[in-house]
């Protein structure tokens, strides 16, 4: 069985390439919903419904064990309902991730008071970033500023035309004197060097691409029941809902290095 990430564009291949770094032996596939990306500005309920057909493949036709919703907009919009109603009715025996809480988790080891996130329209929506962080740190003052023309930038080659847009973006969480900005979606650390420039060196930056690698090698530690039914042969699969003229060059850009993809549907 594999370890399944799943991102509504290709942005989670960031986090993939982290992942499979700190972690290389175990087998994994990738699911980016390209024909549909972005999430954050959709409704709740599509989201919901786009992340259970995914993770239906998943679980379903890709044998996957585990699951990392690495999309914080479903994270934020979809996990908990998957968690407590979709995941026990298909599939009990496996489990399903997301990225919100291991953020938070950083957050409070870095014990400082004013966070700012930075996340899409619908994830900033949710609360959920505030509420996850404030239940680990009460203390925290945490700013949010929704970004929602990074992920299409991103995702269509644009980043070159970022900077001004990311400086109206950030303009809320420097006048709120942050001290710790929160990365809210898989693609923002392809723009981490502007982000750092335009926020100083006194700002501290959570990205999920590092986060991530050594949360879920804890998980699989305390998790004996999932992490011995996972296979290790290094299986690498690249599966994504549509493949533009751009999708391959990007795909690598994101990942590292050139990967293949796989033209799969959903529904």
Sequence with gaps: MKIGIFDSGLGGLIITHSVMTKLPD???VYLGDTARVPYGNRSMELVYQFTCEALGYLLGEADCALVIIACNT?????LRRVQQ???????PDRNVLGVMVPTAEAVKELNKGRVGVL????????????????????????????????VPLIENGGV???????????????EAKIDTLVLGCTHYPVLL???MRLMGSSVTI???????????????????????KLGRDAIREFLVTDITPAATTLAATLFG???KLKLVKLD
């Design 26 to 28: 175990y087998d994994y």
């Design 74 to 78: 479903a994270s934020a919009e979809a």
């Design 85 to 91: 109603t979709w995941l026990p009715g298909h599939y």
């Design 119 to 150: 996340a899409t329209v619908g994830t900033v929506a949710t609360g959920t970033y505030v509420t996850e962080i404030t239940k680990l740190s009460s203390a925290a003052a945490v700013t949010q500023s929704p970004a929602p023309l990074l």
């Design 160 to 174: 070159r035309y970022a900077e001004p847009i990311l400086r109206d973006y950030l303009q809320p969480l420097i």
């Design 193 to 195: 060097e502007p982000i």
């Design 206 to 228: 959570i990205a999920p691409n590092v986060i991530l690698p050594p949360k879920l090698s804890d998980y699989l530690d305390r998790h004996p029941e999932i992490e011995t």
């Design 257 to 259: 290095e050139p990967v």
